[in-house]
C-alpha cells in the first residue's frame, strides 16, 4: 500500500509538472478570430520570434499577438544589461528547459506592411521625411494586415536559476527539419537583430515560462520538425516545408 501510496504522489506531480508547460492560449480580439488564416512555406516571413508571454506557468493564457520589435513592456521585470559576464554566461548551454510545441492550438500572427495601393512611394517617403523631422505627417500611411495560421511553442525553466533564453523582445529559436536521408537539417540558425545597440538580455526565472508564437509553413515536403535553443531541443512535431531549404 506504501509504494502504491508513493507512486499516485509522483504521478500527479508529473501531471501537474506536465499542465504547467502546456497551457490553453485564448485570443481575446475577435477581430483576429474572423480573419481568414493565410500559410505561407516563407521561412524569413516572421524573421524573428517575439514574446507573447512571460510569468507564471498557468492552464489557460488570454493574450493578443505582439510584434513589438525590440522592447517589450511585459518583459520589463525579467530585462538584465549586457556585460561581460552576462555575454559570458548567455553562450553557455543552459539546461533543464524544456520547450514544448503545440501544433493542436492555433495562434494566429499578423504582418503589416504600408498599403500602396492608397499611397504612392513618393508620398511615402515625404511622410517619413516629415516625421524624421519631428513634424506631424499630413495624412495617415495606409496599412495593410495580413493574418497567418501559426501554433505556440512554450518554453519552461526548470533549473532553481534564472537563465538566459534572448535579447531585445525575441527568443532565437533555431528550425531543425528531418530530410529524405532522416538526418535531421538545420533550417535556419539563430537569428539576431541587424542593430543590437541598447538590446538588453531576456531572464527567464525559475519556474516561469515563456511563449512565442511560430508560423505553420506551407510546402510540398511531409516531414518531422523541431525547435532548438542551444542544448535545448522541443518535441517533434509534423509539418511541411519547401525542399529548397534543404539545399540551402
Not at 524569413?44 to 520570434?49: A, G, I, N
Not at 515625404?126 to 501554433?151: S, V
Not at 538566459?164 to 527568443?171: A, D, E, Q, R, T
Request: net charge neutral; glycine share 4%.
Amino acid at each position: 500500500m506504501k509504494i502504491f501510496y508513493v507512486l499516485c504522489i509522483a504521478f500527479s506531480l508529473v501531471c501537474r509538472g506536465q499542465s504547467e508547460i502546456k497551457p490553453s492560449y485564448i485570443i481575446s480580439d475577435k477581430n483576429i478570430k474572423l480573419q481568414k488564416l493565410e500559410k505561407t512555406d516563407d521561412i524569413l516571413l516572421f524573421y524573428l520570434s517575439p514574446v507573447q508571454y512571460l510569468g507564471k506557468a498557468q492552464s489557460l493564457i488570454e493574450l493578443n499577438y505582439t510584434d513589438y520589435y525590440r522592447y517589450n513592456p511585459i518583459i520589463k521585470n525579467n530585462y538584465e544589461r549586457p556585460t561581460d559576464i552576462m555575454n559570458t554566461r548567455y553562450k553557455d548551454d543552459c539546461e533543464n528547459v524544456r520547450i514544448f510545441v503545440d501544433i493542436n492550438q492555433t495562434t494566429p500572427l499578423s504582418h503589416t506592411l504600408t498599403d500602396f495601393t492608397k499611397i504612392t512611394e513618393e508620398e511615402f517617403e515625404a511622410e517619413l521625411d516629415r516625421m524624421n523631422l519631428g513634424k506631424k505627417p499630413t495624412r495617415e500611411i495606409p496599412k495593410i494586415t495580413t493574418y497567418y495560421d501559426g501554433f505556440p511553442v512554450t518554453l519552461y525553466n526548470q533549473e532553481n536559476k534564472d537563465v538566459i533564453i534572448g535579447f531585445g523582445n525575441h527568443i532565437p529559436l533555431e528550425l531543425e527539419a528531418l530530410d529524405k536521408d532522416n538526418n535531421w537539417i538545420k533550417i535556419y540558425d539563430y537569428r539576431r537583430y541587424t542593430c543590437g545597440v541598447g538590446i538588453q538580455y531576456i531572464m527567464l526565472k525559475s519556474q516561469q515560462i515563456a511563449t512565442v508564437f511560430q508560423p505553420r509553413l506551407s510546402g510540398s515536403f511531409k516531414t518531422k520538425l523541431r525547435y532548438r535553443l542551444k542544448n535545448n531541443v522541443s518535441n517533434e512535431f509534423e509539418g511541411n516545408i519547401n525542399e529548397n531549404y534543404f539545399r540551402n
